[in-house]
């Protein structure tokens, strides 16, 4: 079983349209982060959740919008996609808040044309 | 404020060659943690190792070390006897020990080892 999964890996779709990446952790982790790796490979952290509560927003435009329906999920919803929405999204996890160790899921490729 | 610097953009190495990743992080919190992950041409993000900043012993894991030292803020990468399997990108991160903090990342190092 995978530890963090997401699904879609791979989405392209055109600008202006709404989509959503799933993730879900296995491992009984309290937090989990959502992740942007732009085409330069910078990794930079969007959101973050414990237990179902945001704790980390990182100055990310209101078209995107984390749901954790519970602990073991954070979905990412974007709406009005723009180009520059075109990136690999990895989601994360970690045991609790704090310096732990982040389990990375395979990533999610957003292609917007 | 923290920062993580990873100067080197690109590295080319033959295999069997020694090679060393450098970072060095900017943090005025004195508990912290140092982490490296590996993102091979597959994409996922490995886990490599987590060091806090009370440990400067360097550590070594058959041919991969690290070499901790806060009098420079480095925490540097090196592979020893490179293989054409470490072609990859290494990112160093930061975090602090606080709660609501989440891993800042270098811009990455990507090694090319060549046959």
């Known amino acids: 079983d995978t530890a963090v999964s997401q699904t879609p890996k791979y989405l392209v779709t055109q600008m202006g349209n709404d989509k959503s990446i799933k993730c879900e952790q296995n491992l009984g982790h309290d937090t989990m982060y959502w992740y942007k790796q732009d085409s330069k490979k910078f990794l930079k952290i969007m959101f973050s959740?414990?237990?179902?509560?945001?704790?980390i927003n990182e100055t990310v435009p209101n078209r995107f919008s984390p749901k954790s329906p519970d602990k073991a999920h954070l979905n990412l919803h974007i709406n009005s996609l723009e180009l520059g929405d075109s990136a690999v999204y990895f989601c994360?996890?970690?045991?609790?808040?704090?310096?732990?160790?982040?389990?990375f899921g395979e990533g999610s490729r957003l292609t917007v044309l | 404020a923290q920062k993580v610097t990873q100067a080197q953009t690109e590295i080319s190495v033959v295999e069997k060659e020694d090679v060393t990743l450098d970072c060095v992080y900017e943090t005025r919190d004195t508990t912290y943690y140092l982490f490296w992950y590996k993102q091979p041409p597959s994409g996922e993000l490995v886990f490599l190792i987590r060091r806090n900043s009370f440990d400067e012993q360097n550590e070594i894991s058959g041919r991969y070390s690290w070499n901790f030292q806060k009098s420079t803020s480095s925490f540097n990468f090196t592979i020893t006897a490179s293989q054409v399997v470490d072609s990859a990108v290494y990112f160093c991160?930061?975090?602090?020990?606080?709660?609501?903090?989440?891993?800042?990342f270098g811009k990455g190092t990507t090694l090319s080892v060549s046959s």
């Open positions: 994360a996890s970690s045991l609790s808040l704090g310096p732990g160790e982040l389990f």
């Open positions: 959740y414990n237990n179902k509560e945001l704790i």
């Open positions: 991160a930061l975090i602090h020990n606080q709660a609501g903090t989440a891993l800042i």
